[in-house]
């Protein structure tokens, strides 16, 4: 087994490893890496929209981890693999190495890891070693990765454009604090007065870019173009109502009934980008959260609802809509720190 280069990956850290692609240690090659994901995780979810997004599909294959069980409350033995590819729809055999459980590929790389064995995970065939764990910096660096092999309509998606990058890079520590991770922190909190903080800038941002995506028109969160702000704001509002809105009893609102703007934003990017629609698979989403996390839902009930699950029909013009908002005070008030961009 090739060992990892050290500036990748430190194992005192127990910090995953942070690769790049094209680099020296891993070039440009199609077929050579091969992705770890699973349907139900956001986070896993941003790669593989990007992987559909720039026609990826044929340059890197994939191995999917059931929704569940997960294992104890530590996390042990984690996600693991169907026994073949039949078992449960959407979810595949580990393609690679034929383990059962994805800890032992992380083993493979490092047998002293000491991190969580999370998704999305991607591996170098060729060295025998992982090149990244860390999705948001897969979501930085992975859509123009193989641009050199692309032809120039998929070579000049840029979903992190020089004359955009001031505004994403204002937008992108709220949005991930206080949506992305903020339903987690709303969901997992284990006291009332845990929740009651941490729900809340869940709705204030949720506020913010109601009145942003309107500020700019649409259909994209900063107007005409498609960023990495899109990938990472679809990969949780896409399970917002089905499942973050009595799972995690982020309830002050719903998207599709109190941010119509928002709304018709998730409808354009569902059923307008291909890639989205691709990588969504509400079965996978459903039943991760509701069947492994026994704390929260311990009868494993899996609701049949929302239905549908994204309403059709995105109206083009998004200045015929009114923009929406959850008015609770507190909302409000965190709302109004947020700052404009």
Same mark, same amino acid.
């Given at each position: 087994?090739?060992?990892?280069?050290?500036?990748?990956?430190? @194992?005192?850290?127990?910090?995953?490893?942070?690769?790049?692609? @094209?680099?020296?240690?891993?070039?440009?090659?199609?077929?050579?890496?091969?992705?770890?994901?699973?349907?139900?995780?956001? =986070?896993?979810?941003?790669?593989? =929209?990007?992987?559909?997004?720039?026609?990826?599909?044929?340059?890197?294959?994939?191995?999917?981890?059931?929704?569940?069980?997960?294992?104890?409350?530590?996390?042990?033995?984690?996600?693991?693999?169907?026994?073949?590819?039949?078992?449960?729809?959407?979810?595949?055999?580990?393609?690679?190495?034929?383990?059962?459980?994805?800890?032992?590929?992380?083993?493979?790389?490092?047998?002293?890891?000491?991190?969580?064995?999370?998704?999305? &995970?991607?591996?170098?065939?060729?060295?025998?070693?992982?090149?990244?764990?860390?999705?948001?910096?897969?979501?930085?660096? &992975?859509?123009?990765?193989?641009?050199?092999?692309?032809?120039?309509?998929?070579?000049?998606?840029?979903?992190?454009?020089?004359? &955009?990058?001031?505004?994403?890079?204002?937008?992108?520590?709220?949005?991930?604090?206080?949506?992305? /991770?903020?339903?987690?922190? *709303?969901?997992?909190?284990?006291?009332?007065?845990?929740?009651?903080?941490?729900?809340? @800038?869940?709705?204030?941002?949720?506020?913010?870019?109601?009145?942003?995506?309107?500020?700019?028109?649409?259909?994209?969160?900063?107007?005409?173009? %498609?960023?990495?702000?899109?990938?990472?704001?679809?990969?949780?509002?896409?399970?917002?109502?089905?499942?973050?809105?009595?799972?995690?009893?982020?309830?002050?609102?719903?998207?599709?009934?109190?941010?119509?703007?928002?709304?018709?934003?998730?409808?354009? %990017?569902?059923?307008?980008?291909?890639? /989205?629609?691709?990588?969504?698979?509400?079965?996978?989403?459903?039943?991760?959260?509701?069947?492994?996390?026994?704390?929260?839902?311990?009868?494993?009930?899996?609701? %049949?609802?929302?239905?549908?699950?994204?309403?059709?029909?995105?109206?083009?013009?998004?200045?015929?809509? *009114?923009?929406?908002?959850?008015?609770?005070? /507190?909302?409000?008030?965190?709302?109004? %720190?947020? @700052?404009?961009?």
């Amino acid at each position: 087994m090739t060992a990892h280069p050290v500036a990748i990956h430190d @194992p005192a850290t127990a910090d995953g490893w942070h690769g790049l692609i @094209p680099g020296e240690e891993f070039p440009a090659e199609k077929g050579r890496y091969h992705l770890y994901i699973g349907l139900f995780c956001p =986070f896993a979810h941003r790669a593989n =929209f990007v992987r559909h997004l720039k026609g990826l599909t044929e340059f890197i294959d994939i191995s999917i981890v059931k929704p569940y069980p997960k294992g104890d409350a530590n996390g042990w033995p984690g996600w693991r693999f169907p026994e073949s590819d039949d078992e449960y729809p959407g979810a595949t055999v580990d393609h690679l190495f034929g383990e059962n459980y994805l800890h032992k590929v992380y083993f493979r790389a490092d047998p002293e890891y000491k991190g969580r064995y999370s998704v999305p &995970l991607l591996w170098d065939k060729k060295t025998g070693t992982a090149v990244c764990n860390e999705s948001a910096e897969l979501l930085r660096w &992975l859509p123009s990765a193989f641009n050199e092999l692309l032809p120039p309509s998929l070579a000049s998606i840029d979903l992190y454009p020089p004359h &955009l990058r001031e505004k994403i890079d204002a937008i992108t520590p709220w949005v991930q604090s206080d949506v992305n /991770a903020g339903v987690y922190k *709303a969901g997992f909190a284990s006291n009332q007065e845990d929740y009651d903080k941490n729900v809340v @800038p869940v709705f204030g941002a949720l506020n913010k870019l109601e009145r942003l995506v309107a500020q700019h028109g649409g259909p994209f969160v900063l107007g005409q173009e %498609m960023t990495e702000l899109d990938i990472r704001l679809y990969a949780t509002l896409i399970r917002f109502d089905t499942v973050y809105v009595q799972h995690f009893k982020c309830n002050l609102g719903t998207v599709r009934h109190d941010y119509p703007i928002l709304n018709n934003w998730l409808k354009h %990017m569902y059923w307008n980008v291909p890639a /989205a629609r691709e990588s969504t698979n509400f079965k996978h989403i459903k039943e991760n959260y509701t069947k492994s996390h026994y704390d929260i839902n311990p009868k494993a009930i899996t609701p %049949m609802g929302p239905f549908p699950d994204v309403e059709e029909h995105p109206e083009p013009d998004f200045g015929k809509l *009114a923009v929406g908002g959850v008015n609770h005070p /507190a909302v409000l008030e965190y709302e109004a %720190m947020i @700052p404009d961009v």
